[in-house]
C-alpha cells in the first residue's frame, strides 16, 4: 500500500528538524493539514490524498490593530503585493484583524515537492513581510500627509 | 551552579520553543545538543568545568575549488560587521565555522533571544556563501 501524500511530507518537514501536527480535514480522510513553525512563524500545508499533484502552503499576520480600523485597511497593500509576488494569494481573515498568505504549488510527485519546498516556503515568507512593510509604510506616509495637509489648511506652512 | 548539572537544559526548552527537534550527544567533559533547521544542522556546546560558557553553531563544507585565502577574507570582513557571530574558516577540514559564543549565569538567559540567535547564524551563513560565489 503506498505511504499517504501526507505522512510523506510530514516525515520530510520532520526530517529538517520541524516537529509537526497533522490534521484531518474530513472524515474521509481526504484532505489533510500539515503544521509546523519555522523561524518564529507557524505554516501550514494543505494537501489531498485525491490529488496528489497540488499543494497549498499558507501563513498567517497579525495586521496591526491601529491599520485594521481603518477604512481600506490592508486590502490595498495586499493588493499591490500579490503583483509582485505573482503566485501568492492574500486573503483577510477574522474581522480584518489577520490574513493569510498562501501560495498553491503544483508538483507531479511528492519528491519535486519537497525538493522545492524551503524555496517555495522563503518566497511565501518574503511575500507575507513584504506586505507587512507595505501596511505599515503605507499607513506611515498617509499619516504624514495628512498631517502635512491640516497643517497646510491651518496655514502653518 | 553545581558542577555536572546539565546547565543547557533551557536550550532544549528554546529549542523545542522554535518547534524543532533535538538530541543530546554528552560526554564526561561536554554537554552537547544537535538539532536542524530547515534541513541545516546546528550545534550548542557547553563544558561541564565551564558552565558560564555557551556556544551555539553551525558547520559547513567549502565547496571544491574555492581559495581558502578568499574565503578567509570575506570571513574577515563578516567578523567585522555582524554582530554576535564569529565565522571561522578551518583550513585542514575546509569547513567554514559559524559560531555565537556566550559568557551566562545560566542559559535561561538566552532561551528568550535563541531565535534571533539563529537567525544570523542563518544569515551570516547565507551572506557568507553568496560572497564567496560572486568571488
Redesign the interface.
Known amino acids: 500500500m503506498p505511504a499517504l501524500i501526507r505522512e510523506e511530507i510530514a516525515q520530510f518537514i520532520e526530517g529538517e528538524g520541524h516537529r509537526v501536527e497533522v490534521s484531518l480535514l474530513e472524515e474521509t480522510e481526504e484532505l489533510a493539514e500539515i503544521a509546523f513553525r519555522t523561524r518564529g512563524q507557524m505554516f501550514s500545508i494543505a494537501v489531498s490524498e485525491v490529488d496528489p499533484t497540488r499543494f497549498s502552503i499558507s501563513t498567517a499576520y497579525e495586521v496591526p490593530e491601529w491599520l485594521s480600523e481603518r477604512a481600506g485597511g490592508a486590502g490595498d497593500s495586499l493588493r499591490d503585493v500579490e503583483h509582485e509576488y505573482p503566485g501568492t494569494r492574500f486573503m483577510l481573515a477574522h474581522d480584518g484583524t489577520i490574513f493569510v498568505a498562501t501560495i498553491d504549488f503544483e508538483a507531479p510527485n511528492v519528491g519535486e515537492f519537497t525538493g522545492q519546498f524551503w524555496r517555495v516556503l522563503g518566497r511565501l515568507r518574503d511575500a507575507g513581510n513584504s506586505a507587512v512593510e507595505r501596511m505599515v509604510d503605507r499607513s506611515e506616509s498617509k499619516a504624514a500627509a495628512d498631517k502635512f495637509i491640516r497643517q497646510f489648511m491651518r496655514g502653518d506652512r | 551552579m553545581t558542577q555536572g548539572a546539565d546547565h543547557l537544559a533551557p536550550l532544549e526548552t528554546a529549542i523545542?520553543d522554535?518547534?524543532?527537534?533535538f538530541s543530546r550527544d554528552d560526554d564526561d567533559e561536554a554537554l552537547r545538543i544537535t538539532?536542524?533547521?530547515?534541513?541545516?544542522r546546528y550545534f550548542i556546546v557547553g563544558y561541564r568545568d565551564d558552565p558560564n560558557f555557551v556556544m551555539i553553531g553551525s558547520g559547513w563544507s567549502l565547496p571544491a575549488g574555492v581559495l581558502l585565502g578568499e574565503a578567509a577574507e570575506i570571513a574577515n570582513s563578516l567578523n567585522v560587521r555582524k554582530k554576535f557571530v564569529k565565522t571561522a574558516v578551518w583550513e585542514e577540514e575546509r569547513d567554514a565555522l559559524f559560531t555565537v559564543e556566550l559568557c551566562v549565569t545560566s542559559a535561561e538567559e538566552i532561551r528568550p533571544h535563541f531565535?534571533r540567535l539563529?537567525?544570523v547564524l542563518r544569515d551570516t551563513a547565507a551572506e557568507f556563501f553568496a560572497e564567496l560565489r560572486e568571488e
Do not use: M, P
Request: proline share 0%; hydrophobic share 30%; no cysteine.
Open positions: 523545542e522554535e518547534g524543532l527537534i538539532f536542524k533547521s530547515e534541513g541545516d531565535g539563529l537567525d
